[in-house]
């Protein structure tokens, strides 16, 4: 079965680095585009990133361009988010998603927390 497992949050001050990580187990990774969601505290989710299935194509929400780069390793099975400058306004639940099936997304992992503060 599908299985995505983020890992990597945690609390960090303003300014600071954090790198994301997003297992995937079940289907064939590099056949499909991943994407980051986030959701901060009482917001709805918001697109973060995406990347498609070679990694050579990515894509970012504005307010992250030049501080967040996304990656993969087809050959772990992993998709990476590292965040550098971080701001609190970053602080949200960071979800990994495949991107898939009408809905836009047929997979989405548990989530990792993400704390920007001082």
């Known amino acids: 079965q599908v299985q995505l497992v983020e890992s990597g949050g945690g609390l960090v001050q303003p300014g600071g680095s954090l790198r994301l990580s997003c297992a995937a187990s079940g289907f064939t990774f590099s056949g499909y585009h991943m994407s980051w969601v986030r959701q901060a505290p009482g917001k709805g989710l918001e697109w973060v990133s995406e990347l498609n299935g070679s990694g050579a194509m990515t894509y970012y929400l504005d307010s992250v361009k030049g501080r967040f780069t996304i990656s993969r390793d087809n050959a772990k099975n992993t998709m990476y988010l590292q965040m550098n400058m971080l701001k609190p306004e970053d602080t949200a639940v960071y979800y990994c998603?495949?991107?898939?099936?009408?809905?836009?997304?047929?997979?989405w992992g548990q989530g990792t927390q993400v704390t920007v503060s001082s």
């Open positions: 998603a495949r991107v898939g099936g009408t809905a836009r997304y047929d997979y």
